[in-house]
């Protein structure tokens, strides 16, 4: 059996049929923006590997940061144990975050980092003895992972759980915010979409501990932008009924939109934020969870008196090296100056799309190009093409859209835009 057959015959990929996986590429090694397939062919990384590799894959000073902890110490439990990576790390995430946000709890994987944060703000309730207070308010379109109380909260009809909805807790669903990022605000709450959260603080803030959501960009909800102002408004609404508010940023956060995290276009700071994907530049996995000196206070005077979580490989410090070390990097490099480049160029080089027959929109916001189309774009054609374009692009739903490493050149992404409009031009 060649290493492909095995990989068809037991192997599980994400979101994929396992009796018609469609193409898969045999990676060897992944050096900067450039991706190796076995046969030699090489293609740009566009998806930053799920939004993660911001300073491209197998940086120097990232490997390094990691092979020297190797040699010192992989891994120890946290539990009664600490280390200099964990803390190195939180001095640098409390000075990256605003003031206020310094309670910071680890976890292995971005839809870890939510639940912990939907207990964080069950357990805060629970403390001021709001025990009916258990569900969650959201809005729709939105991702915040795979993970059963996670889902929960993903877009319910479009989203990627709608299949299992019956069997999911139920939670509030308001409209997405209707006014996209570059539109002009409205005051008037029926057009800006308030009003349903107005009358769901209204009538049910006694169930709701939290609100959810991804500022200003979701995601894997179907890249969409909406405006800061519906953060701001929604943010004071909430604070009035003492509903707390997490900002998921594992997609947003470390300078892909722009902003070193997404609120800050908002200027908001919320209860609790989760950090993911980026955090250690796509060298290995870690999430966090960082909360208020309010809420963490709570908890430890309530009845419970502990955050009821504790992953095994909580803080792992080889994870936490990387992380130190990748926001180093992006300290040391004008990732703004990098990210504004990018958004220039996406937004000249995909406006072509704009006229094609079978496109519905071509949006651009930070370091994220989006063509979205009118019918459901198949990933197969684009794993199909991808050795041929030299550009690794996976669609999903109905939009084409790359989030590529902050370090990529002009040329590398003409190539990347080229490869976009291409695949756009061939399914109208
Ligand atoms: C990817 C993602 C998650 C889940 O992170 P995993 O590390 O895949 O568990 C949660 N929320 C958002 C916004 C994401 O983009």
Known sequence: MTPLDFDARHLWHPYTNVLDPGPMHLITGADGVWLT??????????MSSWWCAVHGHRH???TGAMQAQLQQMPHVMFGGLTHQPAIDLGRTLVGLLPDGLDRIFYSDSGSVAIEV?????????????RTGRTQFATIRGGYHGDTWKAMSVCD????????????????????????????????????????ALQELLDTKADQIAALILEPVVQGAGGMYFYHPEWLRKAHEMCKAHDVLVIFDEIATGFGRTGELFAMHHAGVVPDIICLGKALTGGHITLAATVTTETVARRI????????????????????????????????????????????????????????????????VLGAIGVIEMEAWVDPAIAHGLAPETGVWLRPFARNIYCMPPYIISPDELSRVSAAMVSLARGMS
């Not at 944060?117 to 003895?129: F, N, R, S």
């Not at 299992?164 to 939670?171: E, K, M, T, V, Y």
């Open 37 to 46: 397939r076995d046969d030699g062919t090489r293609m740009i990384d566009a």
């Open 60 to 62: 120097p000073a990232i």
């Open 117 to 129: 944060a939907l207990k964080m703000a069950v357990q805060y309730q629970m403390a001021l003895g």
């Open 156 to 195: 319910p009809v479009n989203g990627m759980h709608g299949l299992f909805s019956g069997a999911l807790s139920i939670q509030h669903f308001l409209p997405r915010p209707q006014i996209q990022f570059d539109q002009e605000w409205s005051e008037d709450t029926d057009v800006n979409g308030l009003s």
């Open 300 to 363: 430890g005077e309530s009845d419970a008196s502990v955050l009821m979580h504790g992953p095994t490989y909580m803080a792992n410090p080889l994870a936490c090296a990387a992380a130190v070390a990748s926001l180093e990097q992006l300290s040391a490099r004008d990732w703004r100056a990098e990210v504004r480049a990018i958004s220039a160029q996406l937004t000249q080089e995909l406006s072509p799309a704009r006229g094609l027959p079978g496109v519905a929109d071509v949006r």
